[in-house]
């Protein structure tokens, strides 16, 4: 169908899960796609089934924590695929800890991939398209747990919810100053990855707990990385153009209790 044919995007932490699927979708509707992931492996791999597709595609090693590195990764964009129109700040990691339990080392982890890591690519990402005078689109990864809390993971709720409003203030700025950029933020409910598969691992009883977090979803299930996919597509095409300081609740009725 073409909906983002002719633009390019950098998905952060596209190698696997969530980045993956996004990344698929936009060069299956036509777009180039620039992939960033600390796993070099499966980063390579995605790459070539972009290309696959009949786009180009960049793969690119990079720890989002570090704002040099993005200095160098959306130059490198620029540089291999010519622009850049579309990013998505994918890259996170989550586990569990309460306000008792969670670490120093664990919270500034946390906080420097899930919240530092959406800023500098947010940073970067304006920069570049606004020096391109083309506009463009920022879909920043929160979470339910950016809305709503639990007490079991407080840096995840932090990271998440400082995402849920750094991209509000992102997208004020930029439309204010008429840049033509949009910044919005999805809020991905429990979806089928290996993050979630690793945390139902941790847990006692790992098919008990995965039947309690479906029960937690009204839809009846836990969702599927093409459902969070087709909501990135929509935002980074021309079909969102007046949508800008969003956020995308995308979680089968979690937080409409």
Known sequence: MDRVKGKAALISGGAVGLGRACALALAREGADVAVTDVNATAGEKTAKEIEALGRRAVFLEHDVRFENQWERVVEAVLDRLGRLDILANNAGVGFAGSVEDCTEEEWRRMLSINLDGVFFGTKHGVRAMK??????SIINFSSIEGIVADGDFCAYN??????????K???????????GIRVNSVHPGFIQTDMVENFLRTTKDPAATRKAIEGLHPIGRIG???DIANAVLYLASDESRFVTGAEFVIDGGFTAQ
Do not use: M, Q, W
Request: with cysteine; proline share 3%; charged share 25%.
């Open 131 to 136: 020096r391109a005078g083309n506009g463009g």
């Open 224 to 226: 599927e990385p093409d």
């Open 158 to 167: 932090a990271s998440k919810g400082g995402v849920r409003l750094l991209t």
């Open 169 to 179: 203030s992102a997208a004020l700025h930029c439309a204010k100053r008429g840049y």
